[in-house]
C-alpha cells in the first residue's frame, strides 16, 4: 500500500483560480512538505510541517499557502495560481534520528493556463 | 543561493560501465548526506545515505563518497544496468534537523 498518496495526479487551472492540493500519509511521521520540481531547478522546498496545526516556510513560499490539519493530512493552496506555478508538485513525510529520511508520492501535474 | 551543487545535468553510460556522479556544498554544518532516485513518473525515493563521520558507504553496486575537507560527495554506480537510467538527487542536511536541501539532479541514461 503506498504510505504517501496525492490528490489529483493532473490538473488544469486557470490564471486566477484557487487550486488546492491534497496530500495523506499512511507512515504517521510528524514531518511533512511539498515540493515543486522543474527541469534545472531539482526539488525545491514550498511549505513543511512539523506536525497537527504547524506550517513553516521552505525556500520558495511566495504565491503558496499550506495547511496542516491532522498527522496525516497537508496541502498545498494556490490562492491565485499563475502561469509561473505550472510545474510538478511532490508531497513527503519524514522522520528519522541521524538523518531524516523522506518518502515521497507520486506527483500532482499542473498546468496553469 | 543555492546549498547543494550537482553535476552532470545528464550523463550517459554504456551497460557495464561506471558511473560517477558529484555534488558539492556550502554549509560546513551539513552532516547527512542522502542520495535519492527518481524513475520517469513517480517520486523520488532514498538510495543511499552517509554521514559525515563517515568516508565511504557501500550498498550493492551503489558506493557513496564524502570528501569533508572538500566539501564533495560522489555516488558511483559499478556494472551499471538499463534499470538504473533515473534522475538521481544528491540532498544535505544537519542530522538532526527537519530540512532537506536538495540538488538540481542528473539524469542517467545507461544505454544497452
Known amino acids: 500500500e503506498a504510505a504517501v498518496t496525492q490528490s489529483p495526479r493532473n490538473k488544469v487551472a486557470v490564471t486566477g483560480g484557487k487550486v488546492t492540493l491534497s496530500c495523506n500519509q499512511t507512515?504517521?511521521?510528524?514531518?511533512m512538505y511539498w515540493y515543486r520540481q522543474d527541469t534545472g531547478h531539482g526539488l525545491r522546498l514550498i511549505h513543511y510541517s512539523y506536525g497537527a496545526g504547524s506550517t513553516e516556510k521552505g525556500d520558495i513560499p511566495d504565491g503558496y499557502k499550506a495547511s496542516r490539519p491532522s498527522q496525516e493530512n497537508f496541502s498545498l493552496i494556490l490562492e491565485l495560481a499563475t502561469p509561473s506555478q505550472t510545474s510538478v508538485y511532490f508531497c513527503?513525510?519524514?522522520?528519522?534520528?541521524?538523518?531524516?529520511?523522506?518518502?515521497f508520492g507520486p506527483g500532482t501535474r499542473l498546468t496553469v493556463l | 543561493q543555492q546549498q547543494v551543487r550537482q553535476s552532470p545535468q545528464s550523463l550517459t553510460v554504456w551497460e557495464g560501465g561506471t558511473t560517477v556522479l558529484t555534488c558539492s556544498y556550502e554549509d560546513s554544518t551539513f552532516n547527512y548526506f542522502p542520495w535519492y532516485q527518481q524513475f520517469p513518473g513517480e517520486g523520488p525515493a532514498l538510495l543511499i545515505s552517509?554521514?559525515?563521520?563517515?568516508d565511504k558507504k557501500e550498498d550493492g553496486r551503489f558506493t557513496t563518497f564524502f570528501n569533508k575537507r572538500e566539501k564533495k560527495l560522489s555516488l558511483h554506480i559499478i556494472d551499471s544496468q538499463p534499470g538504473d537510467s533515473a534522475t538521481y538527487f544528491c540532498?544535505?542536511?544537519?542530522?538532526?534537523?527537519?530540512?532537506?536541501?536538495f540538488g538540481s539532479g542528473t539524469k542517467l541514461t545507461v544505454e544497452p
Open positions: 552517509i554521514l559525515s563521520v563517515s
Open positions: 507512515n504517521n511521521h510528524n514531518n
Open positions: 540532498a544535505a542536511s544537519v542530522s538532526n534537523y527537519n530540512v532537506l536541501y
Open positions: 513527503a513525510s519524514g522522520e528519522g534520528t541521524g538523518g531524516i529520511e523522506q518518502y
